[in-house]
C-alpha cells in the first residue's frame, strides 16, 4: 500500500515521501492518526502541486536545520549511569538521556528526533540526531560509571578476599606435605617395632 506522509516518522520515512506499507500498518495507524494519506494518482498531482509552490519554505528549512547541526557539531556527551560490579548497566542509556544531557548544555533538542541503540555497558557509542531528512548529525556518547568508586572498592575488597582464600589453600597445602612425611616415618617405626 502507498501512503503519502503528513509528517516525518524516523525509520519510515519524512513528509510528503511515498512509501510502501503493509496495508494494516496503513489503514490501522498511519491513516487515523493523520500521519499519512492514500497515494492515489490524484493525491500524487496535489503532492508534487504542492512540492513546486513550497520549494523556497523547504530550502529555508533545510537551511534551518543545518544551522542547527552545525550547533551541535562538536558536542560530546558524557553521560554517568549506575553499574553492576561486571560492568552493566542498571536500565540503560538511550534516547531520552541523551536529550536531557544536551539539555542541560543549552541546546534544546525534541527526543524524538534523536535515534540510538540503548545502551546497556560502558562504553562508546553514536546519537544521531535528524533535523531533516539530509541533515543528519551523529554525537558520541561515552556511557561512564557513576559509582566508579564504589566498583573500585568491591573489585579490591573482592581481590583481597580471593587473595586471602588462595593463602589458605597454600598454607593448608604446605600442612598437608608436612604432615605426610610424618606419617611416614610413624608408620616405619611401627613396623620396625613390630618386627
Known amino acids: ?4 506522509l503528513k509528517e516525518d516518522i524516523i525509520g519510515l520515512g519524512y513528509k510528503n515521501d511515498i512509501v510502501n506499507v503493509k496495508s494494516g500498518y ?4 498511519l491513516i487515523p492518526q493523520g500521519k499519512g494519506v492514500i497515494a492515489s494518482p490524484m493525491a500524487k498531482k496535489i503532492l508534487a502541486e504542492n512540492l513546486k509552490q513550497q520549494a523556497h519554505k523547504l530550502a529555508a528549512i533545510k537551511a534551518d536545520a543545518e544551522k542547527k547541526g552545525e550547533a551541535l557539531k562538536d558536542v ?3 553521560i554517568a549511569a549506575k553499574v553492576s560490579t561486571t560492568g552493566q548497566l542498571y536500565g540503560s542509556v ?10 542541560k548544555l ?3 533538542v525534541d527526543r524524538k528526533i534523536i535515534t540510538m541503540k540503548d545502551a546497556k555497558t560502558i562504553g562508546d557509542f553514536v546519537a544521531l540526531v535528524h533535523f531533516h531528512k539530509e541533515v543528519v548529525v551523529e554525537i558520541p556518547v561515552k556511557v561512564v560509571a557513576e559509582n566508579a568508586a564504589e566498583l573500585k572498592a568491591a573489585a579490591e ?3 583481597a578476599i580471593k587473595a586471602a582464600a588462595e593463602a589458605k589453600a597454600a598454607a593448608a597445602a604446605e600442612e598437608e ?3 605426610a612425611p610424618a606419617e611416614e616415618a610413624a608408620a616405619e617405626e611401627e613396623a620396625a617395632t613390630e618386627a
Open 76 to 78: 560530546a556527551l558524557t
Open 177 to 179: 606435605v608436612e604432615e
Open 94 to 103: 538511550g534516547a531520552n538521556q541523551v536529550a536531557e544531557e544536551l539539555k
Open 26 to 29: 496503513g489503514r490501522n495507524y
Open 1 to 4: 500500500m502507498e501512503i503519502i
Open 157 to 159: 575488597e573482592e581481590a
Open 106 to 108: 543549552g541546546k534544546e
